[in-house]
């Protein structure tokens, strides 16, 4: 499925950098969140034309997010080449990502599900509100998680929730109990994500080898950084915060402690999958049995968001 | 997120409508003296139709700690300055004051504060604000700790026990049977109002008169109602304006502290409809009017301590505007509602309030 084009009006040859800066950033992409839709949609057999607009819209929402939350960051990579806004120009960064959410709209209104754009408007409305959000919060080393959580609720969880909720509402379900218990899966995938994905800046489970403490580097404490150093004296935050490697973080946290915290946190996000768990039951209980496929796919997910299993 | 650790078996989860026959019990706690239903805080917007999550644990497997804390936390004593030392000021301005009189009055109060957090605990947790907000309220119901019908319980008895302390102190001083009904009213209208504006339901009930009540019956029953009822108690030691900036003072310094509270959980409280004073204005603006206040607390307890003690006074001005400037200056630099330097000048205000009501009390010992 060619998720960069599904109207022929979609990336027009005229616009030539725009079209390679596309190709780049979506080349090394793993695409999670168009096969999730995809997964689901299979249950709910969608026609064709409607599971691609869905793959395509989050993610181009997706990737709209990256090429702004790129140049805000000032990362100088995505997904292991030169960010858009350092390879070509700042400016075209945010024109690409604005053409990006341009587009959804222009296709999700030529669909013409009402509820479905209201969605998704809404949904990317969140987005900016968390990136808003998050980007008060740099240098500010004492964030809690609980405040991290909100941010992340907003920013992240936002499209996992469209990503489980649209297909849905493409079918034109709008059973009530079941958005709300969707919307809460949503939001524990959605930290549940978010949260391996800040292990990852630690090298937790980091089978791809991606670069780490990027967060740090960039001024940001992530919910796992937030976790070890709660406890810490003021002297011991200010050298966490100028460690540049994982070494320089074992000795300042101490090897054996950093660990038994990555324990308490797997432990406490255990917890969240077990909740998550139970909200899967609910919604067994609520689907009709012609879908209850997808509540077996989405007990799947935690394993693969943040136990980070294949 | 918050949640218990699991017991020794797999946790239980149970979720449930308010439709259901057995919602009110789980939520008040009336289960059977084995278990605890643990509301789980939800990310999501609640409504009327709401569905609530209850996490259902064993009571060994609850860990609290000691009675004594747990009261503490329940009755708010951290915040029991802002209720008594008002009082405790305009006292140290009356040399001889009968010390049953003073105590009895203390007595009263401290029971009437405990009393009324009780209260706002038990009906918070019902209306599932603290559910939405995961550092709203004393989280004393929400962790297990006590069951919300004890909490209920325990509101009423120390009620009744504030009514029992005031009346030897009401029999003396008949004037503050006028200024305990005037009190009495602006607290329920106030009390009134904040709970019309912490509903989470839409409708024309959610206005601007709400919060704006809502906080000036909180300056009036923070301040100078109690620097006023101090001041009869004690047969006026002080004259009447100086009582009113000494209230004054004190009150918007308490306003200070809510509306301090109400930046932080503003982007809770918007998505959940809660109508305060930093949703109305946003942030940015309301975070300019907090600093205001700061600047005016200060200048009120300037203006209360002019002339008295020269030059102590001029020092001690100095230094309750220099505290409050100083906490007005770091709320406008804020950047963020979820800045980590909001819950820190939280704290502070309560130390500025007791430092101020030190720094007059002795003036008056001196």
């Given at each position: 499925?060619?998720?960069?084009?599904?109207?022929?009006?979609?990336?027009?040859?005229?616009?030539?950098?725009?079209?390679?800066?596309?190709?780049?950033?979506?080349?090394?992409?793993?695409?999670?969140?168009?096969?999730?839709?995809?997964?689901?949609?299979?249950?709910?057999?969608?026609?064709?034309?409607?599971?691609?607009?869905?793959?395509?819209?989050?993610?181009?929402?997706?990737?709209?997010?990256?090429?702004?939350?790129?140049?805000?960051?000032?990362?100088?990579?995505?997904?292991?080449?030169?960010?858009?806004?350092?390879?070509?120009?700042?400016?075209?960064?945010?024109?690409?990502?604005?053409?990006?959410?341009?587009?959804?709209?222009?296709?999700?209104?030529?669909?013409?599900?009402?509820?479905?754009?209201?969605?998704?408007?809404?949904?990317?409305?969140?987005?900016?509100?968390?990136?808003?959000?998050?980007?008060?919060?740099?240098?500010?080393?004492?964030?809690?998680?609980?405040?991290?959580?909100?941010?992340?609720?907003?920013?992240?969880?936002?499209?996992?929730?469209?990503?489980?909720?649209?297909?849905?509402?493409?079918?034109?379900?709008?059973?009530?109990?079941?958005?709300?218990?969707?919307?809460?899966?949503?939001?524990?995938?959605?930290?549940?994500?978010?949260?391996?994905?800040?292990?990852?800046?630690?090298?937790?489970?980091?089978?791809?080898?991606?670069?780490?403490?990027?967060?740090?580097?960039?001024?940001?404490?992530?919910?796992?950084?937030?976790?070890?150093?709660?406890?810490?004296?003021?002297?011991?935050?200010?050298?966490?915060?100028?460690?540049?490697?994982?070494?320089?973080?074992?000795?300042?946290?101490?090897?054996?402690?950093?660990?038994?915290?990555?324990?308490?946190?797997?432990?406490?996000?255990?917890?969240?999958?077990?909740?998550?768990?139970?909200?899967?039951?609910?919604?067994?209980?609520?689907?009709?049995?012609?879908?209850?496929?997808?509540?077996?796919?989405?007990?799947?997910?935690?394993?693969?968001?943040?136990?980070?299993?294949? | 997120?918050?949640?218990?650790?699991?017991?020794?078996?797999?946790?239980?989860?149970?979720?449930?409508?308010?439709?259901?026959?057995?919602?009110?019990?789980?939520?008040?706690?009336?289960?059977?003296?084995?278990?605890?239903?643990?509301?789980?805080q939800?990310?999501?917007?609640?409504?009327?139709?709401?569905?609530?999550?209850?996490?259902?644990?064993?009571?060994?497997?609850?860990?609290?700690?000691?009675?004594?804390?747990?009261?503490?936390r329940l009755?708010r004593?951290?915040?029991?300055?802002?209720?008594?030392?008002?009082?405790?000021?305009?006292?140290?301005?009356?040399?001889?004051?009968?010390?049953?009189?003073?105590?009895?009055?203390?007595?009263?109060?401290?029971?009437?504060?405990?009393?009324?957090y009780c209260r706002n605990d038990f009906v918070d947790h019902l209306s599932g604000i603290d559910r939405l907000n995961e550092k709203g309220g004393s989280r004393v119901i929400q962790n297990?700790?006590?069951?919300a019908?004890?909490v209920?319980?325990?509101?009423?008895?120390?009620?009744?026990?504030?009514?029992?302390?005031?009346?030897?102190?009401?029999?003396?001083?008949?004037?503050?049977?006028?200024?305990?009904?005037?009190?009495?009213?602006?607290?329920?209208?106030?009390?009134?109002?904040?709970?019309?504006?912490r509903?989470?339901?839409?409708?024309?009930?959610?206005?601007?008169?709400?919060?704006?009540?809502?906080?000036?019956?909180?300056?009036?029953?923070?301040?100078?109602?109690?620097?006023?009822?101090?001041?009869?108690?004690?047969?006026?030691?002080?004259?009447?304006?100086?009582?009113?900036?000494?209230?004054?003072?004190?009150?918007?310094?308490?306003?200070?502290?809510?509306?301090?509270r109400?930046?932080?959980s503003?982007?809770?409280?918007?998505?959940?409809?809660?109508?305060?004073?930093?949703?109305?204005?946003?942030?940015?603006?309301?975070?300019?009017?907090?600093?205001?206040?700061?600047?005016?607390?200060?200048?009120?307890?300037?203006?209360?301590?002019?002339?008295?003690?020269?030059?102590?006074?001029?020092?001690?001005?100095?230094?309750?505007?220099?505290?409050?400037?100083?906490?007005?200056?770091?709320?406008?630099?804020?950047?963020?509602?979820?800045?980590?330097?909001?819950?820190?000048?939280?704290?502070?205000?309560?130390?500025?309030?007791?430092?101020?009501?030190?720094?007059?009390?002795?003036?008056?010992?001196?």
């Open positions: 499925m060619n998720l960069k084009v599904y109207a022929p009006d979609d990336f027009p040859s005229y616009l030539p950098k725009l079209n390679a800066l596309y190709d780049d950033l979506f080349s090394h992409g793993k695409g999670f969140r168009a096969k999730l839709i995809q997964r689901i949609s299979g249950h709910l057999r969608l026609p064709d034309q409607t599971v691609h607009l869905l793959a395509q819209t989050i993610e181009f929402i997706h990737n709209a997010s990256l090429l702004h939350d790129d140049l805000i960051d000032r990362s100088p990579l995505r997904r292991e080449k030169t960010a858009a806004w350092l390879k070509y120009t700042p400016e075209y960064a945010v024109l690409a990502g604005d053409y990006l959410l341009a587009r959804v709209m222009v296709n999700l209104s030529r669909h013409g599900n009402l509820a479905l754009i209201q969605y998704t408007a809404e949904v990317i409305s969140d987005l900016l509100e968390g990136e808003w959000i998050q980007d008060s919060l740099i240098e500010d080393w004492d964030v809690s998680l609980l405040q991290l959580d909100r941010v992340h609720d907003l920013k992240t969880a936002s499209l996992f929730k469209w990503c489980i909720r649209s297909p849905f509402i493409a079918a034109h379900n709008d059973v009530a109990d079941l958005h709300r218990c969707l919307e809460e899966m949503g939001s524990l995938l959605g930290l549940l994500f978010q949260r391996s994905d800040d292990l990852l800046d630690f090298d937790i489970r980091n089978y791809e080898g991606k670069a780490i403490l990027g967060d740090l580097q960039s001024g940001y404490m992530n919910s796992f950084a937030t976790f070890l150093t709660r406890d810490m004296s003021e002297q011991q935050k200010a050298r966490f915060r100028d460690c540049k490697t994982k070494q320089e973080v074992y000795s300042v946290v101490g090897e054996e402690s950093f660990f038994s915290k990555l324990e308490q946190f797997d432990e406490h996000n255990r917890k969240v999958i077990e909740l998550f768990e139970h909200h899967c039951e609910q919604l067994a209980q609520i689907l009709p049995g012609d879908v209850q496929g997808v509540v077996s796919d989405f007990k799947s997910l935690p394993g693969i968001l943040y136990w980070r299993k294949v | 997120m918050s949640l218990q650790d699991p017991p020794k078996t797999k946790p239980s989860f149970l979720t449930i409508d308010r439709t259901h026959p057995d919602f009110q019990k789980y939520l008040l706690g009336e289960l059977p003296n084995a278990q605890v239903a643990l509301p789980i939800s990310l999501h917007i609640n409504s009327r139709e709401e569905k609530i999550t209850f996490q259902i644990l064993n009571r060994d497997e609850v860990k609290k700690p000691s009675l004594l804390k747990v009261l503490a009755m004593l951290d915040l029991v300055g802002l209720t008594l030392l008002p009082v405790v000021t305009v006292f140290f301005e009356k040399s001889g004051i009968l010390i049953e009189h003073a105590s009895f009055a203390l007595l009263s109060l401290l029971f009437l504060h405990g009393a009324i297990g700790w006590i069951r019908v004890t209920r319980r325990l509101s009423r008895a120390l009620l009744v026990l504030a009514v029992i302390f005031s009346l030897p102190v009401l029999v003396n001083s008949l004037n503050l049977v006028w200024l305990s009904a005037l009190g009495g009213g602006i607290g329920i209208i106030g009390y009134s109002a904040l709970r019309r504006g509903e989470l339901e839409s409708g024309s009930r959610r206005t601007s008169a709400n919060w704006i009540a809502g906080d000036l019956s909180l300056f009036f029953a923070l301040g100078p109602l109690l620097t006023f009822g101090a001041n009869i108690v004690a047969h006026d030691p002080l004259p009447f304006g100086r009582c009113a900036l000494l209230g004054s003072g004190f009150g918007i310094l308490a306003v200070s502290y809510v509306e301090i109400h930046l932080i503003v982007v809770v409280d918007d998505v959940a409809g809660l109508r305060t004073l930093a949703v109305e204005f946003g942030f940015d603006r309301s975070k300019r009017f907090v600093a205001c206040l700061f600047v005016l607390a200060g200048l009120c307890f300037t203006l209360f301590l002019v002339a008295m003690h020269w030059p102590w006074w001029v020092l001690a001005a100095a230094l309750m505007l220099i505290l409050n400037l100083g906490l007005a200056i770091r709320i406008w630099r804020t950047s963020s509602p979820l800045a980590s330097s909001l819950p820190n000048i939280l704290k502070e205000t309560l130390i500025v309030h007791l430092i101020c009501g030190i720094i007059v009390i002795g003036f008056a010992i001196l």
